[in-house]
T-cell receptor, first 111, second 115 residues
Framework: AQRVTQPEKLLSVFKGAPVELKCNYSYSGSPELFWYVQYSRQRLQLLLRHISRESIKGFTADLNKGETSFHLKKPFAQEEDSAMYYCALSGSETSYDKVIFGPGTSLSVIP | DAGVTQSPTHLIKTRGQHVTLRCSPISGHKSVSWYQQVLGQGPQFIFQYYEKEERGRGNFPDRFSARQFPNYSSELNVNALLLGDSALYLC??????????????FGSGTRLTVV
């Protein structure tokens, strides 16, 4: 079964502290992983893709196929990082046409 | 570019009625996908259309249907509305499909309330 889990519904960290948002997936084919973010009163938007190995707004995510994880990390959290974060996957099993989203983690950065 | 536009922004319907939601993708984007987001959950995939053909379908009943027009805009139709259909309906567009999908651009959604 294709599935994305994000074990933390809510995560609070202090400004300047490291942050890690966990994402695990279940997928038998070749997956592509994404992180989407939704800031307050804004649209859902793409944050980063695993395939591009990029760092966006200081965030990075590494695909670990052995642990089937794609955790999102940032060394020093900023107040403007407070938002809802969704991990998502697509892949070869569905010709990449279907994107499956996790339930989301609400990140709150405390000043 | 106005981005992905959806109409209407809010809608209240009665059980058993029918609803049509509309989406205009970013200019040049040929792929449109529809998602349902219930409060407290992540978006759930309903349909994807590319070049006016259905390319993917999620686990939704036949009451849900969609189509894509020659200008790549799209409609989502829901018949015989149930209370459980109350949700935010998101439209997303992308320039390509398959492994060339570089991620979706989402609209702001249509909030459907069924009473």
């Amino acid at each position: 079964a294709q599935r994305v889990t994000q074990p933390e519904k809510l995560l609070s960290v202090f400004k300047g502290a490291p942050v890690e948002l966990k994402c695990n997936y279940s997928y038998s084919g070749s997956p592509e992983l994404f992180w989407y973010v939704q800031y307050s009163r804004q649209r859902l938007q793409l944050l980063l893709r695993h395939i591009s190995r990029e760092s966006i707004k200081g965030f990075t995510a590494d695909l670990n196929k052995g642990e089937t994880s794609f955790h999102l990390k940032k060394p020093f959290a900023q107040e403007e990082d407070s938002a809802m974060y969704y991990c998502a996957l697509s892949g070869s099993e569905t010709s990449y046409d279907k994107v499956i989203f996790g339930p989301g983690t609400s990140l709150s950065v405390i000043p | 570019d106005a981005g992905v536009t959806q109409s209407p922004t809010h809608l209240i319907k009665t059980r058993g009625q029918h609803v049509t939601l509309r989406c205009s993708p970013i200019s040049g984007h040929k792929s449109v996908s529809w998602y349902q987001q219930v409060l407290g959950q992540g978006p759930q995939f309903i349909f994807q259309y590319y070049e006016k053909e259905e390319r993917g379908r999620g686990n939704f009943p036949d009451r849900f249907s969609a189509r894509q027009f020659p200008n790549y805009s799209s409609e989502l139709n829901v018949n015989a509305l149930l209370l459980g259909d109350s949700a935010l309906y998101l439209c997303a567009s992308s320039a390509a499909r398959g492994s060339f999908n570089y991620g979706y651009t989402f609209g702001s959604g249509t909030r459907l309330t069924v009473v």
